[in-house]
């Protein structure tokens, strides 16, 4: 590690190869604490290159458990996190809406690092048990139209660096690469990217796939649809920069999109939301965010009439509704 670093910081780059072989040594421990904390930094300080993260992805999915979901037709709502925008749990809301609307959801998800609470914390406080049991996340894809990986018992090599991840309290290249490796293999894909560098990244390798995709960036940072200003969407034929009128809303303020100070506060917000209580601004940006989802496993369907789909799934409690089943 002491040469890599050493290459690292003179600004040079890894190969693919170099970079599968670094996060594998990862998962087996070879490396110390102080070692892989500075390796992650790197990337703090530069843009990482395609061959970079290439290499990580396909160290990640070569060592991860996989889960042959047989068939099934699934969409996966995943932000790189890493925004610092402490939005409350956007992702996981919709992914929950889109499973109310009638779609299969095979969510990829974590506990929070540059945020008080991610989609793994929320669930957990809400009495959601993780499992990478196959057959009971099938069972749970077929009875609620969601399931959930929880990334470290499906990444040993996420498993590693967790400790590292929280201590350091900031994004590192692992938060680009969550929504790359589901270890589903959804077949659809909504993501969003704290910069437009990664946006070009992840469009560059998701053309390469047969994936069904839409990724998403707010111009003032955000990784998700925030209603807070103008924000650009990439398809596989598409690129598309849109203000909130454009898609028949209104501009937020930040301050209203705040997801509390803890996981507690942040799951209270939550079920406020699926209760059908969400404030305007909430239920607004949750809606924007199904509903370009519902688009990507739907490109048939305007943007407005998958939106009213999204609409009837949370105002009709269906959303809610998943989730009970879901936790029981």
């Keep these: ?46 843009a990482i290159s395609v061959e970079e993260l290439q290499g990580f992805r396909d160290a990640l999915l070569e060592l991860c458990l996989p889960v042959d979901l047989e068939g099934r037709n699934t969409i996966d709502l995943c932000g790189t996190g890493g925004d610092g925008k402490n939005t409350f749990n956007i992702s996981t809301l919709s992914s929950f809406i889109v499973a109310g609307a009638g779609y299969q959801v095979s969510k990829h998800g ?20 993780f499992t990478n049991d196959v057959d009971v996340l099938k069972k749970q894809l077929d009875d609620c139209n969601i399931c959930f990986f929880h990334a470290p018992l499906f990444h040993p090599a996420m498993k590693a660096v967790a400790p590292i991840r929280r201590q350091l309290g900031i994004k590192t290249f692992f938060n680009m690469l969550g929504p790359l490796v589901n270890p589903g293999r959804p077949k659809n894909q909504l993501v969003g990217v704290f910069n437009l560098e990664l946006a070009r990244l992840y469009h560059y390798l998701f053309q390469q796939t047969e994936k069904k995709f839409t990724i998403i960036h707010a111009l003032d940072g955000y990784d998700e649809i925030s209603l807070t200003g103008p924000f650009k969407i990439k398809t596989k034929d598409t690129e598309r920069l849109l203000l909130p009128r454009d898609i028949g809303r209104q501009q937020l303020t930040a301050a209203s999109l705040f997801g509390g100070d803890t996981v507690a506060s942040a799951a209270e917000i939550f079920m406020k939301i699926l209760n059908a209580e969400g404030t305007m601004p909430q239920n607004e ?32 409690k ?6 009970k089943r879901l936790v029981n």
């Design 1 to 46: 590690m002491k040469k890599i670093l050493g290459r690292l910081f003179e600004h040079k780059k890894l190969t693919r190869q170099e970079a599968k072989e670094i996060l594998v040594n990862i998962s087996k421990n070879e490396y110390n604490e102080s070692q892989i904390a500075a390796f992650m930094t790197v990337y703090l300080m530069r």
């Design 110 to 129: 974590n506990y929070g690092v540059s945020s008080a609470c991610g989609s793994s914390n929320v669930l957990e406080y809400l009495g959601y048990q």
């Design 285 to 316: 940006v949750v809606l924007a965010n199904s509903g370009m989802a519902i688009q990507c496993m739907r490109p048939d369907l305007s943007l407005e009439d998958c939106m009213e789909e999204a609409k009837a799934s949370l105002l009709g």
């Design 318 to 323: 269906k959303a809610l509704q998943q989730l």
